[in-house]
T-cell receptor, first 110, second 112 residues
């Protein structure tokens, strides 16, 4: 069965420290992976997708098919990065529906 | 203001009653989704629709029903058969070109 796991419910780091939010998945086909973020009092929104191979707000994520992981990283955390982060997997023949992980709350301390 | 709207923001229901949650989008997206969000469980897919007059069950469809009569609208009915309906419900639509989902603000349903 398709599944996305995020082992940390809460991750606290100090401002300027590196941050890594872990995501592992199980999927029998070719996965398309995403990171979604929800800032306080805002809607859930896309942060980045592995296909784009881009850096958004200083965050990057690399798909590691051997380890079935898609960890989110940022070298220097900022207080405005504090939010709820969800890893998601697109499934189906046309990537038409999604399964989300349980989420990790990132708290960046001053 | 474009995007996805959900109404109402808060909804209270007595046990044994059906209730319908509204979701409207003006993004011209074909695909729409309903999720349920519970603490510690992330988002779980209830139903989704790829096109008007067609929809599929997600991972937790029991006790829910949907319709897709118009491209812009995808209402969700929480029936009395849903055993634990108190939750936060999110609606989304998908941009097919980028496979990106756009989310509404959510409806918090409380069963009294």
């Amino acid at each position: 069965a398709q599944r996305v796991t995020q082992p940390e419910k809460l991750l606290s780091v100090f401002k300027g420290a590196p941050v890594e939010l872990k995501c592992n998945y199980s999927y029998s086909g070719s996965p398309e992976l995403f990171w979604y973020v929800q800032y306080s009092r805002q809607r859930l929104q896309l942060l980045l997708r592995h296909i784009s191979r881009e850096s958004i707000k200083g965050f990057t994520a690399d798909l590691n098919k051997g380890e079935t992981s898609f960890h989110l990283k940022k070298p220097f955390a900022q207080e405005e990065d504090s939010a709820m982060y969800y890893c998601a997997l697109s499934r189906g023949n046309y990537g038409q529906n999604f399964v989300f992980g349980p989420g990790t709350r990132l708290s960046v301390l001053p | 203001d474009g995007g996805i709207t959900q109404s109402p923001k808060y909804l209270f229901r007595k046990e044994g009653q059906n209730v319908t949650l509204s979701c409207e989008q003006n993004l011209n997206h074909d695909a729409m989704y309903w999720y349920r969000q519970d603490p510690g469980q992330g988002l779980r897919l209830i139903y989704y629709s790829q096109i008007v007059n067609d929809f599929q069950k997600g991972d937790i469809a029991e006790g829910y029903s949907v319709s897709r009569e118009k491209k812009e609208s995808f209402p969700l009915t929480v029936t009395s058969a849903q055993k634990n309906p108190t939750a936060f419900y999110l609606c989304a639509s998908r941009d097919h070109s980028y496979n990106e989902q756009f989310f509404g603000p959510g409806t918090r349903l409380t069963v009294l």
